[in-house]
């Protein structure tokens, strides 16, 4: 009987040990919210009247793009969540000739939106799963040489390396932590040894702006 209740408890233990640690598992992913800035130059901006040419790049680089990227073991799930921009502004803009005097009144609201797009990435099979409106495609991960510099920089109190290469026909410049113990990065970049929590490419930035850790892992994320 004593065996008996012995094994019982024993199978119960381990039971719970088992349980125990699939929901640490589960909970132990990284979550990495990013904004992106994307700073335009007036020459595209050619086809806008000169004179509300500058308001007109004001409201475009003031635009903000939010993502989370979630990291759990060797799988990268990033979304850029649909986003409606709806910025008002009115007022009254001088002339580029300063010797005219002459004053335009104009709304310079802007409207607009952007798509959600989710991506699943694998750092082993180095591929990624994307869908945009509903449509999913898969695809093998551009393969690139990365270049390790000697500029290091904080960010959110991590401590990242800068490496470069070319991405797109583009310079892509990231800023890497290797403090967290996991590989990631944001949207279609490629993996690089590290998280990822800064990048440069072409004329747009995205910086990490908030790192949760013990986080849950996505569900149905695709």
Same mark, same amino acid.
């Given at each position: 009987m @004593?065996? !008996?209740?012995? #094994?019982?408890? /024993? /199978? *119960?233990?381990?039971?719970?040990? *088992?349980? /125990?640690?699939?929901?640490?598992?589960?909970?132990?992913?990284?979550?990495? $919210?990013?904004? &992106?800035?994307?700073?335009?130059?007036?020459? $595209?901006?050619? $086809?806008?009247?000169?004179?509300?040419?500058t308001a007109a790049l004001q409201q475009l680089n003031s635009i903000k793009k939010k993502s989370v990227m979630i990291v759990q073991g060797s799988v990268v799930y990033f979304e850029i969540k649909p986003q409606q921009i709806d910025i008002k502004q009115e007022g009254t803009i001088s002339s580029?000739?300063?010797?005219?005097?002459?004053? *335009?009144?104009k709304d310079l609201s802007l409207e607009g939106s952007y798509p959600g797009i989710k991506l699943l990435k694998n750092y082993k099979t180095k591929t990624i799963k994307t869908k945009i409106k %509903? @449509? +999913?495609?898969?695809?093998? +991960?551009?393969?690139?040489?990365?270049?390790?510099?000697? @500029?290091?920089?904080? #960010? /959110? %109190?991590? $401590?990242?390396?800068?490496? &470069?290469?070319? *991405? !797109?026909?583009?310079? +892509?410049?990231?800023?890497?932590?290797?403090? +967290? @113990?996991?590989?990631g990065s944001p949207s279609d970049l490629p993996f690089i040894n590290g998280l990822v929590l800064l990048y440069k490419h072409g004329n747009s930035t995205t910086t990490a702006q908030r790192i949760e850790l013990n986080q849950e892992e996505p569900l149905n994320f695709l």
């Amino acid at each position: 009987m @004593k065996i !008996k209740f012995f #094994i019982m408890r /024993l /199978l *119960f233990l381990t039971s719970l040990v *088992f349980i /125990l640690s699939v929901v640490g598992y589960s909970q132990s992913a990284i979550k990495v $919210s990013f904004v &992106t800035q994307t700073q335009h130059s007036e020459t $595209s901006l050619k $086809s806008v009247p000169s004179h509300i040419r500058t308001a007109a790049l004001q409201q475009l680089n003031s635009i903000k793009k939010k993502s989370v990227m979630i990291v759990q073991g060797s799988v990268v799930y990033f979304e850029i969540k649909p986003q409606q921009i709806d910025i008002k502004q009115e007022g009254t803009i001088s002339s580029n000739d300063r010797t005219s005097g002459v004053l *335009f009144s104009k709304d310079l609201s802007l409207e607009g939106s952007y798509p959600g797009i989710k991506l699943l990435k694998n750092y082993k099979t180095k591929t990624i799963k994307t869908k945009i409106k %509903g @449509k +999913l495609t898969t695809e093998k +991960l551009a393969a690139v040489n990365w270049k390790i510099t000697n @500029k290091k920089k904080k #960010i /959110l %109190g991590y $401590s990242c390396y800068e490496a &470069t290469t070319t *991405f !797109k026909n583009k310079l +892509l410049t990231v800023y890497v932590t290797n403090d +967290l @113990k996991v590989s990631g990065s944001p949207s279609d970049l490629p993996f690089i040894n590290g998280l990822v929590l800064l990048y440069k490419h072409g004329n747009s930035t995205t910086t990490a702006q908030r790192i949760e850790l013990n986080q849950e892992e996505p569900l149905n994320f695709l």
